[in-house]
């Protein structure tokens, strides 16, 4: 299923909370009861597409797990410790190469565009938030087979290229909290989840040809992803 992008804009709030002394500034201490908010995350992502069996041959996997998100977002006053709050996003949440000696080499890009909806419960310097909603996510790859070694028996020769996409609308959670250096800026810790699929391959193939035909015995699942970020970053209300 296509989906194509999601645009909302997103603001976020902020409360003054003044404590003085030793633990520091206070927890976004502003006078606003709405202030809108950027941010940006270093991720760090583990994902459900596992190495599959071609010909009786296990494919390797290399995980590149390392991408990034920025997002917008606000928080509005709800009492006088809870606010609420909503953000967008858009992440890239690295990619994944698959290589087999049956004659095959792939690579696939993961990237999410999102929007949360949540709360924000905030203790002197720290923010502690929960927030739920949907990613639209996208599978992006390339493919290569050498036809000689994927149909073996010497029936088939050459080589493939095919170019894959494909975009799902997933359930997410992300939890996590802040630090507040100052009324502004405040380091994030966060864990989120894409509620995606599982993916599966198993292929056996034979061309044995002098008139004995072509053999295919594949089974493939090939959808969105499940995935599991950390996230690191930093927050800036403006």
Known sequence: MKIKSI???????????????????ASSSVGSTILPFVSIEGAYTWNSMYPGKINGFQSTRNNYPWGGRAAGGFALKHTENLRLSGEVGWGSYGNNRFSTT???????????????????????????????GAMIETLRGNANSDLGQFYPGGF???????????????????????????????????????????????????????????????QLRFQAPTFNTIMLGLRYYI
């Not at 645009?7 to 500034?25: D, E, K, Q, R, Y």
């Not at 502004?184 to 034979?206: E, K, P, R, W």
């Open 7 to 25: 645009v909302t804009a997103s603001l976020f709030s902020i409360f003054a909370n003044a404590h003085a002394g030793a633990m520091g500034p």
């Open 102 to 132: 049956a004659g095959e080499a792939a690579c696939y890009y993961f990237y999410g565009f999102d929007i949360l909806l949540g709360a924000i419960y905030s203790y002197r310097q720290l923010d502690f938030f929960a927030k739920a």
């Open 156 to 218: 088939y020769s050459g080589h493939i290229a095919e170019a894959t996409s494909q975009t799902a609308a997933l359930p997410e959670i992300k939890v996590g909290s802040e630090y507040n250096f100052n009324s502004h800026l405040a380091l994030s810790l966060a864990y989120m989840y894409a509620f995606g699929s599982n993916q599966s391959l198993s292929a056996n193939n034979q061309a044995p040809g002098a008139g004995n035909g072509v053999t295919l015995n594949q």
